[in-house]
């Protein structure tokens, strides 16, 4: 298989399979808590960037902080969206039942699968994240449930980014919830706790 990866098999097969993807210099594992935190039952797949910024992995190149490299963007979008056609195949988990959780550079990508692919992933819980590129036509994503959690004080993502994306998604038909913390950039407890409850109403009720 082309990306490293964990996968947990849940316990109950009718669950989403969560996808869980890193921030900057993370791996494949770190986000399983969190994942079993939304939905214990689930089955979980861990999946690590393949590129190397200086030793940190992350899921595609950037130029500089904030300015990403749109070309590895497609292509690192595209490695994944394969990626899991052959994931589900080998663990035998239904694709067309995907949930991602990102946070920052890991929320980009599932980002940019919702950019990219209609059938992709089932709904996606970005911890985060940026628009991940600008003057794209989207597929039709109606009916796609999306969990936007943002800081107001985000020296990496201003409010008007996670708005801008909330509209993007939107205007593709996505149903799209915002939720804000006062803080910046890092993983809260509180809206963990949140995507667990919109999951709870949204996607598996
Ligand atoms: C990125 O994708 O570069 C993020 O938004 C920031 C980060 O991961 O450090």
Not at 86 to 101: C, G, H, L, M, P
Not at 109 to 128: E, N, T, V
Not at 145 to 163: H, L, R, T, Y
Request: charged fraction near 20%.
């Amino acid at each position: 298989m082309t990306m490293k990866h964990v996968f947990h098999k849940g316990s109950n097969p009718e669950l989403p399979t969560l996808l869980v993807l890193h921030g900057t210099g993370g791996t494949e594992s770190d986000l399983i808590p969190l994942a079993e935190m939304v939905s214990p039952y689930s089955n979980i797949l861990g999946v690590r960037g393949n590129v190397n910024e200086h030793g940190m992995s992350r899921f595609f190149r950037r130029l500089a902080e904030g300015v990403f490299d749109v070309e590895d963007l497609i292509f690192r979008t595209k490695e994944l969206h394969e990626f899991l056609d052959e994931a589900a195949k080998t663990y035998e988990f239904d694709r067309s039942n995907v949930v991602a959780i990102g946070y920052s550079n890991g929320a980009n990508i599932a980002g940019s699968l919702l950019f990219h692919y209609a059938d992709s992933l089932k709904g996606a819980i970005l911890h985060h994240p940026m628009v991940p590129l600008r003057d794209k036509e989207l597929p039709d994503l109606s009916g796609v449930p999306v969990f936007i959690a943002a800081g107001k004080n985000d020296p990496m993502c201003a409010p008007q980014e996670s708005e801008d994306l909330q509209q993007l998604l939107e205007g593709a038909g996505a149903s799209v919830q915002l939720h804000w913390e006062n803080h910046g950039h890092q993983l809260s407890r509180t809206e963990v706790v949140a995507a667990a409850a919109w999951f709870k109403q949204n996607i598996i009720s």
